[in-house]
């Protein structure tokens, strides 16, 4: 049935515009077409007054006068219906967004393709004449567009087929003799074939970069993955290294515990033995104490003197010269030795503490971007830096929006300010350095000195004084998490002076000491 449908849509079709017959009509030769669609061929026929008929090319004399085809009207009507009752999915026609079949009539269909050479855009049914016709057939196609019309010369309203190297724009063959007259032109095609190779070679690179990046990035998650296994595994031997040690500790604890036990029930035993003893002397005294309160109540003299001597008599004392009262202190001694251990043990986790602690840090700069080489390279990292007024010594006078500082006599005229450095000739950055920057100082007719200093540093005496680099144009690159501060000479190429890695606690400050007088000092702005 579609078949069929389609043999009727061909055979009712205009060869002119590819479309269903519009007001049809049938020439002498029996061939029909839209009424303007032929109109339109012959009209261009006029001049030679030979009318011939665009399929068969039967030549007519005088022109046919065209009358509506009925036969045909009402088969193309017939035809419109049966298309309109299975009539293409919505998304067939072309929307707001999409590019529209120029030759369509009624509601357009998508264009399928468009032709850089008829500057149209067809569906797929007008586009068949470019692939049966030779001529069409050298058309350049491409995906629909809208920009079309964009390849049109707006002042000569051509096709822009040639390129002006000279203005880098298309331009149409007309614009070569004007405009651009002189110019270095070529086709547009042998351009684009140029910058085609150059792309071609742009994407090499991408894809190198792209490739390498990748390897850098798995590279990367490799050293995530060991730094977390090797933290791993550390946390998991420090655990156990502090259980042992706990359980050390715990052991010694209850060995402590245990000697002291084993003395107090010592001790205890020592002293009840002895009270047993005194309470028995105590028995005893009580008992002859008795006997002699007895005896001396005899009123009989004979009988008192006979058993005075048996009475009288007293056992030997206990010995008590053992007993030594120390309330609440017999095992201080054990007490201070236990503190004394506590103390040392404290001692050395603090120093070996600290020793862990340096460890995470070179960690942490194993981790760190790798330092640059190149001056390019430290550019990436330059900061706006300006100098402190109320820091800087008096003999000192700030211009250039702070950045600049020249040693002049007499004296400027700066108010009190506890910040200032009143023994060098020196002043402070106002702004704090943290994280990665990069600054130059340029100086002339001066021994200057370039430093980086904590904030707290003294304004006055010898721990006032700066550092002394020499190069008459430094760079000073620092990377304050990393804890590496380094001072180039600048030239032509960067020679290192001076490298320090350490750990830095606090915020640092970019210093400048002018060493004589009308010499002259400035932070440069680096691009």
Known sequence: MEQKDQLDQETISCSICLDLLNDPVTIPCGHSYCMS???????????????????????????????KSTMFAALVEQLKKTILQA??????????????CDVCTGRKLKAFKSCLTCLMSYCENHLQSHFESNKLKKHKLVEPSKKLQENICSRHDEVMKIFCRTDKKCICYLCTMDDHKGHDTVPAAAERTDRQ??????????????????????????????????????????EKIFTQLIRFLQKRSSDVNQQIRSQQETEVSRVKELQEKLQQEITELKRKDAELKQL???????????????????????DSSSINIRPLRYFEDVTAAVSK????????????????????????????????????????????ITLDPNTAHEWLLLSEGNRKVECMFPQQSYSSHTDRFTDKWQVLSRESLTGRCYWEVEWSDAVLFVAVTYNNI????NDSVFGRPLASRVGVYLDHRAGILSFYSVSETMTLLHRVQTTFTQPLYAGLYVYNLLGTAELCKVK
């Open 87 to 100: 009539a293409p999915a919505d998304h067939c026609y072309a929307g707001p967004e999409d590019v529209a």
């Open 37 to 67: 669609c032929i109109k339109g061929f012959w009209d261009g026929e006029d001049q030679r007054k030979i009318y011939s008929c665009p399929q068969c090319r039967e030549a007519f004399t005088p022109r046919p006068v065209l009358k």
């Open 197 to 238: 190779r150059e792309l071609e070679v742009s994407r090499l690179n991408i894809q190198q970069r792209i490739q390498d990046r990748e390897k850098d990035v798995m590279l990367l998650q490799q050293e995530v993955e060991a730094v977390s296994l090797s933290a791993d595994k550390a946390v998991e031997d420090s």
């Open 341 to 384: 251990l506590r103390d040392k043990l404290q001692d050395i986790l603090r120093d070996k503490w600290t020793n862990i602690s340096l460890t995470g840090t070179e960690v942490d700069v194993l981790l760190s971007e790798p330092e640059p080489k190149t001056r390019a390279e430290f550019l990436k990292y330059s900061c706006e």
């Open 296 to 318: 001396s109540h005899t009123e009989d003299h004979n009988q008192f003197l006979h058993n005075y001597p048996s009475v009288s008599q007293l056992s030997e004392p206990t």
């Open 458 to 461: 003294s304004r006055a005496g």
